[in-house]
């Protein structure tokens, strides 16, 4: 069996190389250039952890949880407001990630380099997919430079935008909350000096003052330094460098004029959108000032908040779909990467069936139906606005 994976994100390398360790046919297509630094950290539940923990090789697997964040203090997502005074605090979503990891959060960036370092040529940069054509029994994806690829499945990888989603299951309908967070991570030496309290130390946390303006906090201090978890585990993979950071981000309407932006965030460049990050806490407590002031100006960027609504069931095929290409979500839960690793681990299991002499279509329409069930929820719960700023909110568990 040979399997083709549009998108060389999270869920694409992560299946790549789990069908890679099992010994399956693999190459996974992805538009850009290169592993860029697209966002910074990432939290992990037990959904992701347990999906990495059957998809990746041993080695891998310790370079992940070696270089995910140090135990924090409190496993909570804790809700402050502007003077860090706490106001709640919400047990994170989904079932804690290990037992001696509980929780943790991972670099985006180290963790893809790690996924990637089991693919070699099997992973092919500056392949943009733009469709794709099925026969009774094969498949055959096209690039925009006019390259093919022929397989037995297609797997549609490559985030909200995915092309190959829109051919198999139509346009989605966006669901944009008309915000956008604008991102970025202020090192720990650049911090040096500042007294900051304890609870900055916690799982995750999220500010917000009276007039709703909404900070987050995420903590990462790596459990050991990147470089030499590579070096020992991963001898030949380049992961780079990563400095223990915090990151910090701002969720502010997309659109101006308003109280960050005279115009729109996305005509703002760093340095304008540094600024609007300096204006927004002016009337927050000194050390969250200083927090801000110091944020290396060069990490900031601006994304929109938003996800895709859910799809009715469909009959299955060849093609298939994970990740944000199916339940494309809102951050503000921490799942959407943890399930998009879920998906590549419920999708491989699938289709290793078909060795043992299972039916492909029927492995396909058995993963996405469990796909259903246990994303659904999720996604949809995450773009309800009640969930949002409310220490109580608990979506419905999912199957
Ligand atoms: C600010 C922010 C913070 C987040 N924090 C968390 C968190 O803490 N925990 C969590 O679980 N989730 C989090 N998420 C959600 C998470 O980032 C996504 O759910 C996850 O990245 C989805 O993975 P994916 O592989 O489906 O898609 P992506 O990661 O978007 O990957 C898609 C890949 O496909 C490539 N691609 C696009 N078009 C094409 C094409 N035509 N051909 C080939 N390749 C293509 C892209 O370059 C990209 O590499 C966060 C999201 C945001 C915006």
């Not at 789990?18 to 860029?36: C, F, N, P």
């Not at 966002?39 to 347990?50: K, S, V």
């Not at 991570?185 to 609870?199: M, Q």
Request: proline share 7%; net charge negative; hydrophobic share 40%.
């Amino acid at each position: 069996m040979r399997v083709i994976v549009a998108g060389g994100g999270v869920a694409g390398l992560a299946l790549g190389h789990g069908l890679v360790k099992y010994g399956v046919d693999v190459e996974v297509l992805e538009a850009r250039s290169g592993i860029e630094a697209t966002g910074y950290r990432l939290h992990m539940n037990a959904d992701g952890g347990n999906a990495l923990r059957f998809l990746l090789t041993p080695a891998a697997y310790a370079a992940y949880e070696q270089t995910s964040r140090r135990n924090p203090r409190r496993h909570v997502l804790a809700i402050l407001d502007e003077n860090l005074r706490e106001r709640g605090a919400r047990a994170h979503i989904g079932a804690p990630n290990d037992r001696l990891v509980p929780h943790t959060a991972v670099n985006r960036l180290t963790l893809r380099q790690i996924l990637a370092s089991a693919l070699g040529e099997r992973l092919h940069h500056d392949a943009c997919v733009i469709g794709y054509t099925e026969t009774a029994d094969s498949v055959t994806v096209r690039l925009e430079d006019g390259r093919e690829f022929t397989g037995d499945v297609l797997v549609a990888a490559e985030g909200m935008g995915s092309p190959v989603r829109r051919q198999r299951l139509g346009e989605p309908e966006f669901r944009d909350t008309g915000e956008a967070a604008i991102y970025s991570r202020v090192s720990y030496a650049a911090l040096e000096g500042l007294d900051l309290p304890p609870v900055l130390e916690d799982g995750f946390i999220l500010a917000f003052d009276p007039p709703g303006r909404e900070f987050t906090f995420g903590p990462f201090p790596p459990r050991r330094p990147v470089r030499e978890v590579a070096a020992e585990l991963l001898p030949g993979t380049t992961l780079t460098d990563v400095v223990p950071y915090l990151q910090v981000t701002v969720s502010v309407p997309a659109e101006g004029p308003n109280a960050f932006t005279q115009g729109s965030v996305w005509d703002a460049d760093q340095s304008a959108l540094h600024t609007h990050m300096v204006k927004a806490v002016q009337e927050w407590s000194p050390v969250v000032r200083d927090i801000v002031d110091r944020i290396d100006v060069t990490s900031v960027s601006a994304v929109p908040i938003r996800g895709i609504a859910t799809t009715e069931p469909w009959e299955p095929s060849r093609v298939t779909v994970v990740g944000d290409a199916i339940h494309g979500m809102p951050p503000n839960y921490g799942a959407g990467a943890n399930t998009a690793l879920k998906d590549a681990a419920y999708l491989a299991e699938h289709l290793l069936r078909v060795a043992d002499g299972s039916d492909l279509v029927e492995e396909i329409g058995a993963y996405e139906a469990a796909m259903r069930a246990y994303a659904y929820p999720i996604a949809n719960a995450a773009q309800n606005p009640a969930s949002r700023n409310d220490a109580t909110f608990v979506p419905e568990p999912s199957a």
